[in-house]
């Protein structure tokens, strides 16, 4: 049945990988059993102890050995189909009373090229009988009888370590040995030793001191790892590789006979290298001397006779410098690796005769930027690495723009360049357009701080890459020259360097013409520039900026500014929650005498902006962000002058009644916002729809009888007329039934009062007279008073602004007292300038005095000569007043009550807004 299975296996290994050999069975019931296996190792149970087994199919068997357990032991499981392996490993497994050609045999297991032993003593040739075939064996920590590997007489490899032999037994070693390794042996070999071994071309030797080498005919190879080597004067005549880690000649003498090719020494305590010291070994290739543990010396002439040198590696040596003409005995050199020294410049003229020279190392040494001078001439090299010094920039200044070229500019041939840690700033010229074959060129951990759009064009060169890594770029400079370019130029399917640039871009203003370069063509560069945060510097070009203003432009308190360059630079201007109460004061923040045309972006959120002037915008204005303000109403050619400068609205108490229909047209149009907005009654600015308001406030009815009452009285009046006083009293009376036509207020009605008086404190007498007349008859009007109506303990400022705006007119009470208290001259300010803008009279003067006995200031003087004033003791004072002032509306609507306990700005009805701390007030 197995034989089967075996037939089809090797039938399947046709045309599938060979089935894995079963693991070995165990046959000896009772003594022993598996226990347990992972995919190459499987444990068993013979006798109570756990033999460790493990193999891959035709590669290796390994047994390690329990203690007490042998390989003579018949219990021992076995491969049910034969496995071949190359290699049989016994570990800790003592010698068999068998041989191991019948161990294996036990086994089912055929070793084809190596037995390994480790741990094994007593070994003698009855061992390793039948195992002739081996063409190897390793032995680690055991001991051979004398004599054992008689046996053995094809190997070819033996690796003896910490084996102990009878003295002598070198010789008596298998004469077809090719290559021996001796390992901590302890034993001399000696020329006789090797004698007897005439096919041994490899000899390792890795020992202690006290052991002397020494050369044999046919050597080829030697490698020597030991304290204080001595190296025989005369070389094997066919040595043609010598490795020698520890070598003690302080200054070598020259070789009597040298067959060399290569010499590989390490640790070596050599000082000197002397002049002639290779004089024997012209066929000398490869030279290295590597970690010395003194400062290493050359004499001039220390090449001399190696004249087919083609790779010195002068490596860890603490060399200081190189005597001049020395590599004038190397001229076919193409390797130079003087990596790790101590060199501060290399002589003038090394290079002269080594034209084939395509790899230079001088990483990790004491060079200045002078040595690049040095290079000038190599134009063969292929390969250089100047990583390691202090070399600074060699194509000029760290601040210069326009980059030179270096001394390197002629070594067009160069495919790699090592540049690392060597304190550059600047990617030269030369780098980018003289060296079509560069295909690395490596700049990491430098002093790069920026890079510009240039630094990245290495045209025409296919496939290089560029490593900045390591260095703290803060900015990708383009100029707007250079985004259209990348934009609108750049050939995307043309070849272009792979740029691994350090995530450590600032992402500022600076970054701005790159960032949209990148923003619109990320193809342009192949490079993934990366802000210091993490993201793409392509990601938001609009979004960077630079904290400040740009020159010419300062920014003051309370507003912090901050810009970037484009097209037109812009200009964002942050004053959210300043407690501004006008536009006016964020834009006086900035001044720009000389400053360019900016775009201008107002970020005014959070503020107590209670309405805007056209006149107080910068021009250019692109975004107002006016949110969380007290806006209530805009007229509605404001509105859509706005709306052109990105307005946003939201959180603020807009009226959403009958007179604004026009404005909340527009925004609801033209809103950045729109959909965030609301109206103070509550309800969003999009499902605001007022009604126009009506013309005529009483129904058309009551018009009719009005109408048939003043044709009644037709003559009656026509009689009245002709006589002023009476004429003026008669029309003060309609005017107060609103039976004179009025001039049309439209914006009006939508004001709290009708009269702001506005008086001094000394004045307060008569102004209660005054209040009690016009608060009464058949129009009362709405006053606002300020002993009434203002908060206690609000600003001032704040409330005699918002009381003029509140009111249709302001009646100022201008008497000496008034002349000096300051609050009623702003009042008078306050008030005029309303009137001016709107171009209504708005200012109605009450003079308690003759105007030649009132101390007047010019503005007074001159707005009483254009302007009529009501005069107090005129005998038509009333009549003139009532005239003077807009017919009255009847009690204010009642307020709500009880006050809300906390501001809701959403909640309020638009006429508190205007004026927040107004105190709560009876109609009366
Ligand atoms: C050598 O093998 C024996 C068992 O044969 C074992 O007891 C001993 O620990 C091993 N020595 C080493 C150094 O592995
Ligand atoms: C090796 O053989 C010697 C005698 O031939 C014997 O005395 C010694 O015990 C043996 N050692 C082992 C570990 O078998
Ligand atoms: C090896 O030979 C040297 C003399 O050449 C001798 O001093 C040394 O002791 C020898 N070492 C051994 C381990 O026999
Ligand atoms: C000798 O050394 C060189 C370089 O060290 C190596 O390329 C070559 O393969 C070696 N030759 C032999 C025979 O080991
Ligand atoms: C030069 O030597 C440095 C070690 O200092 C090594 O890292 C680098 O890879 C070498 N350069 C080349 C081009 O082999
Ligand atoms: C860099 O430029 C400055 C002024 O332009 C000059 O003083 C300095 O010497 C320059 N440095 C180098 C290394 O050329
Ligand atoms: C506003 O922008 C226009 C062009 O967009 C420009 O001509 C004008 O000078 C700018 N005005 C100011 C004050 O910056």
């Given amino acids: ?76 499981p076995s491969f049910e189909s034969q496995l071949r392996v190359s290699q049989v490993y016994f570990t800790d497994c003592p010698s068999p009373q068998s041989s191991y050609a019948e161990v294996l045999e036990r086994l089912n297991v055929v070793v084809l090229d190596k037995l390994s032993l480790t741990n094994v003593s007593n070994l003698t040739a009855a061992h390793f009988a039948q195992l002739q075939h081996v063409l190897a064996l390793e032995l680690y920590k055991a001991a051979l009888a004398p004599r054992a590997l008689a046996a053995l007489p094809q190997l070819q490899r033996l690796h003896l370590d910490s084996v102990r032999v009878a003295p002598g037994e070198l010789r008596h070693l298998p004469h077809s040995l090719e290559k021996l390794d001796l390992v901590r042996m302890g034993t001399n070999v000696t020329a006789a030793d090797l004698a007897a071994l005439p096919h041994l071309a490899k000899l390792v030797v890795i020992d202690g001191p006290n052991v002397r080498v020494e050369m044999g005919p046919e050597l080829r190879v ?6 204080d080597v001595v190296l025989p004067r005369e070389l094997g005549p066919k040595l043609l590789n010598l490795t020698v880690l520890g070598w003690a000649e302080l200054r070598p003498a020259p070789w009597l006979q040298c067959a060399l090719e290569s010499l590989d020494a390490r640790f070596v305590k ?149 540049l690392s840690k060597t304190n550059s700033s600047m990617i030269c010229r030369d780098w980018r357009e003289n060296m079509p074959h560069l295909k690395t060129l490596d700049l990491t951990y430098n002093s790069f701080e920026y890079i510009t759009f240039a630094d990245m064009q290495f045209n025409g060169i296919v496939d290089v890459t560029v490593d900045l890594q390591g260095n703290n770029i803060s900015t990708l400079e383009y100029t707007r020259d250079n985004y259209e370019y990348a934009v609108n130029v750049v050939d995307a399917a043309s070849p272009r360097a792979q740029l ?7 992402c500022d203003c600076h970054d701005y013409w790159a960032a949209r370069a990148f923003h619109e063509r990320p193809t342009h560069v192949a490079a993934e520039p990366r802000c210091a945060g993490g993201g793409k510097l392509g990601r938001a070009p609009d979004a ?42 964020a834009v006086a923040a900035v001044r720009a005498p000389r400053g360019p045309p900016v775009d201008w972006e107002l970020y005014l959120a959070d503020n107590r902006i209670d309405r805007v002037d056209l006149d107080d915008l910068p021009h250019n204005l692109t975004v107002l962000d006016l949110r969380n303000n007290s806006v209530s109403s805009l007229s509605a050619t404001t509105a859509s002058e706005l709306v052109k400068h990105g307005l946003r609205l939201a959180d603020n108490p807009l009226a959403c009644d009958c007179g604004a229909a026009d404005t909340l047209a527009v925004l609801r149009a033209g ?100 209040a009690a007349r016009l608060e009464s008859g058949p129009a009362p009007y709405r006053l ?4 009434r109506d203002w908060a206690p303990g609000g600003w001032i400022p704040a409330q005699i602004a918002a009381s003029v705006r509140a009111s249709r007119r302001t009646v100022a009470v201008v008497s000496e007292h008034f002349l000096r208290s300051s609050w009623a001259r702003a009042e008078f300010q306050e008030a005029h300038a309303l009137a001016l803008r709107d171009a209504r009279p708005r200012l109605v003067v009450v003079l308690l005095d003759d105007p030649a006995r009132l101390p007047l200031d010019d503005r007074l003087r001159r ?53 927040p701390r107004w105190t709560a007030r009876t109609p009366r």
């Fill in 784 to 787: 606002c008073l300020h002993y």
């Fill in 1 to 76: 049945m197995a034989r089967w299975v075996l037939v089809l296996a090797l039938v399947g290994a046709w045309w599938e990988p060979a089935e894995p050999v079963e693991p070995p069975r165990c046959t000896a019931a009772g003594r022993c059993a598996a226990a347990g296996s992972g995919p190459s190792e499987h444990n068993y149970i013979v006798d109570g102890l756990t033999v460790f087994l493990e193999y891959t199919d035709s590669r290796y068997f390994k047994i390690i050995c329990p203690k007490g357990l042998t390989l003579d032991n018949s219990a021992l």
């Fill in 270 to 418: 050599v000082e000197v290298l002397p002049a002639g010291w290779l004089q024997r070994c012209a066929a000398l290739r490869s030279l290295r001397v590597e970690m010395a543990e003194l400062p290493l010396r050359l004499e001039p002439g220390a090449l001399r006779g190696a004249a087919k040198l083609e790779e010195i590696r002068l490596m860890s040596t603490a060399l200081q410098y190189l005597p001049p003409g020395l590599l004038d005995d190397a001229p076919e050199l193409k390797l130079l690796d003087l990596r790790h020294n101590r060199l501060l410049e290399l002589p003038g003229g090394l290079f002269a005769k080594t034209n084939k020279l395509e790899t230079l190392n001088l990483s990790s040494n004491q060079f200045t930027h002078s040595v690049l001078s040095s290079l000038t001439a190599v134009t063969s090299l292929v390969t250089l690495d100047v990583s390691r010094n202090d070399l600074h920039d060699s194509c000029g200044n760290k601040t210069d723009v326009i980059r030179g070229s270096s001394p390197l500019q002629y070594l067009t041939k160069l495919r790699e360049l090592r």
């Fill in 500 to 506: 691994k640039l350090p995530a450590t871009l600032r």
């Fill in 671 to 770: 809103l950045q916002d729109a959909a965030a907005a609301r109206c103070a009654a509550g309800g969003a600015l999009l499902q605001a729809r007022p009604a126009p308001c009506a013309r005529w406030p009483a129904p058309a009815l009551g018009a009719a009888a009005a109408l048939a009452t003043l044709l009644a009285c037709g003559a009656l009046l026509a009689a009245a007329w002709r006589q002023p006083g009476l004429r003026l009293r008669l029309k003060a009376a309609l005017h107060r039934r609103g039976w004179l036509p009025a001039q049309p207020e439209p914006e009006d009605d939508a004001r709290r009062f009708d009269v702001f008086v506005s008086f001094s404190h000394g004045d307060e007498r008569f102004v209660r007279q005054l």
């Fill in 222 to 227: 030697l490698s020597l790892d030991m304290l």
């Fill in 863 to 915: 707005y009483l000569a254009t302007n009529t004033y009501v005069r107090w003791g005129d005998p038509w004072f009333w009549e003139k007043l009532y005239l003077a002032l807009p017919r009255g509306r009847g009690p204010a609507p009642p307020r709500p009550r009880p006050r809300p306990p906390r501001w809701r700005r959403a909640r309020r009805p638009r006429w508190t807004s205007r004026l």
């Fill in 544 to 585: 960077l900026e630079c904290a400040g203003a740009p020159t010419g432009v300062t920014c003051g308190a309370p507003c912090a500014c901050a810009w970037r360059p484009g097209p037109r630079p812009v200009l964002r201007v942050r004053c959210a929650g300043a407690g501004l109460r006008s536009v006016r004061a």
